[in-house]
């Protein structure tokens, strides 16, 4: 089993930014690609980026594109999501997810493992 554990969230103005981290553990499942999600209130669970096993490959929502940055650790088993300019409709809880690929993916149902989610609070 993999657990992911994700940090970072909270509650900044319109126009910040913050960090988002997820860190796993547990059996080595191989190379795993990695997506963030976030769903709000009242609203179903919708991606955010993704990144390959490698890094080398990511893929972005088109409401984040330009303001997010998502990336890899040294030790590949943290993924980070940089999120600049932030606005009222980034509010959710963020999710990471894994999978048992080396590939990214923007479809939800392809992931294996998710965390248990963060919250970010975005007021304007």
């Known amino acids: 089993q993999v657990q992911l554990v994700e940090s970072g969230g909270g509650l900044v103005q319109a126009g910040g930014s913050l960090r988002l981290s997820c860190t796993s553990s547990?059996?080595?499942?191989?190379?795993?690609?990695m997506g963030w999600f976030r769903q709000a209130p009242g609203k179903e669970r919708a991606f955010v980026a993704t990144?390959?096993?490698?890094?080398?490959?990511?893929y972005y929502a088109d409401s984040v594109k330009g303001r997010f940055t998502i990336s890899r650790g040294n030790a590949a088993k943290t993924v980070y999501l940089q999120m600049n300019s932030l606005k009222p409709e980034d509010t959710a809880v963020y999710y990471c997810?894994?999978?048992?690929?080396?590939?990214?993916?923007?479809?939800?149902?392809?992931?294996?493992?998710w965390g248990q989610g963060t919250q970010v609070t975005v007021s304007s």
């Open positions: 990144i390959s096993w490698t890094g080398a490959k990511t």
């Open positions: 547990g059996r080595d499942v191989g190379p795993t690609g």
């Open positions: 997810a894994a999978k048992q690929s080396p590939l990214g993916s923007s479809d939800p149902h392809t992931y294996d493992y």
